[in-house]
């Protein structure tokens, strides 16, 4: 039996007055995808999503979610069963963290030990600290809000979650986390995700579809891949910017592919003197840091040696953190952009389970890009 689509839109259009936001939509939304709506100001992506949760009403059409007409739907109830996340975050300021995460739920008249258990739950899905749940919004970074912002999304169990440009007042590092973030609890929980963005980069590395629209049309609806290699139109061709397109030529090669499957690792246990031994013995100036089981734990360079460089020390008594690594199924699409602009030497690469693989070094990516792109044409003047 074929899956039922979470969501679809039978000819939907949205007029106001003389002016058509929306014409003629017609698209269906699988469960578990990712879809990014994609496009110019005023192109209807916003007025789209907004019509989800029936925030704006069509003119004419139909919404369907589940197979059931949202026009015949309770529009409060239709809300409590949708996650929703904006720009501004929209925590209330005088409600605690944990007060905000539990609204919903205790709409729902959820018990309150079931309240805590989920808040509790969802606060460290996002690496945060649990007693930040007594705090207030304004003692929380711009960062941290906006993760509590997608946690609350959460909160109810909702199966489906409408982000509305939730990246796009927050600095470039801040933003890349949070979309890693995005990514991973998506495909954790198996949410259907509808986000709407204007930024491409965003949309090719989060979105299982791509939804182009322009001037309340939808030009294309496709898979990353399929929009990179096959633009349908010279406007989706210009949205998608001649960099990405070259880059594309790499968009079926995963990082496993070219990483160094022996990187230089030690244990936490190790003296300080025994890290500097290993790093002199094999001509590098950081070790990457990994327990029995050859999970990442982190890394010590020559700089932290050097700052915090005593005889008792230990290993783990100086460890970074990895904030940025890679997964050995990703594509080389998602991560050359993100290596070249960070400058950095190297990044880990890791397995489902945190265990180190191996390491991307930038002379090799960036090798490998020469290769992709210029390879055929020495080839030819060979």
């Known amino acids: 039996m074929d899956q039922e689509p979470v969501i679809e839109f039978k000819s939907i259009n949205k007029i106001y007055g003389d002016n058509v936001a929306v014409e003629h939509i017609n698209l269906k939304i699988m469960p578990g995808e990712f879809v990014c709506f994609i496009g110019t100001s005023g192109s209807g992506k916003t007025t789209i999503m907004r019509m989800v949760n029936r925030m704006l009403r069509p003119t004419s059409g139909q919404i369907l979610i589940k197979g059931e007409d949202i026009s015949n739907l309770n529009p409060v109830q239709l809300r409590r069963k949708t996650g929703y996340v904006i720009q501004n975050i929209g925590l209330m300021p005088h409600m605690t963290i944990y007060e905000n995460i539990t609204l919903v739920p205790k709409l729902l008249k959820w018990p309150e030990e079931k309240k805590k258990a989920k808040a509790k739950e969802l606060i460290k899905l996002v690496e945060l600290p649990e007693d930040f749940l007594d705090r207030y919004p304004y003692e929380l970074s711009g960062g941290q809000q906006q993760r509590i912002g997608v946690i609350r999304a959460l909160a109810a169990d909702q199966d489906i979650i409408l982000m509305d440009e939730p990246f796009g007042a927050l600095d470039p590092i801040t933003r890349e986390g949070l979309q890693d973030l995005v990514k991973s609890l998506q495909e954790k929980t198996g949410k259907t995700i509808v986000l709407v963005?204007?930024?491409?980069?965003?949309?090719?590395?989060?979105?299982?579809?791509?939804?182009?629209?322009?001037?309340?049309?939808?030009?294309?609806?496709?898979?990353?891949?399929?929009?990179?290699?096959?633009?349908?139109?010279?406007?989706?061709?210009?949205?998608?910017?001649?960099?990405?397109?070259?880059q594309a030529r790499a968009d079926i090669t995963p990082v496993k592919t070219i990483m160094l499957t022996n990187p230089v690792s030690i244990s936490?246990?190790?003296?300080?003197?025994?890290?500097?031994?290993?790093?002199?013995?094999?001509?590098?100036?950081?070790?990457?840091?990994?327990?029995?089981?050859?999970?990442?734990l982190g890394f010590i360079d020559i700089e932290t040696l050097n700052n915090n460089y005593k005889q008792d020390l230990l290993v783990s008594n100086i460890l970074n953190k990895v904030n940025f690594y890679l997964k050995e199924e990703q594509l080389l699409r998602d991560t050359a952009h993100r290596i070249l602009k960070r400058g950095v030497k190297y990044v880990p690469v890791i397995d489902e389970?945190?265990?180190?693989?191996?390491?991307?070094?930038?002379?090799?990516?960036?090798?490998?890009?020469?290769?992709?792109?210029?390879?055929?044409?020495?080839?030819?003047?060979?």
């Open 197 to 246: 963005t204007h930024d491409m980069d965003e949309a090719l590395k989060l979105a299982t579809k791509v939804v182009v629209m322009d001037k309340g049309h939808m030009i294309q609806q496709d898979s990353p891949t399929n929009l990179l290699r096959h633009p349908a139109t010279p406007f989706v061709q210009k949205m998608i910017g001649e960099d990405r397109l070259i």
């Open 353 to 382: 389970e945190n265990h180190l693989k191996g390491i991307v070094t930038r002379s090799s990516l960036v090798d490998m890009l020469y290769d992709i792109i210029w390879g055929n044409q020495d080839t030819e003047e060979s």
């Open 268 to 296: 936490p246990d190790k003296t300080l003197q025994d890290a500097i031994s290993l790093m002199r013995q094999r001509r590098v100036d950081s070790l990457l840091v990994t327990d029995e089981d050859n999970k990442l």
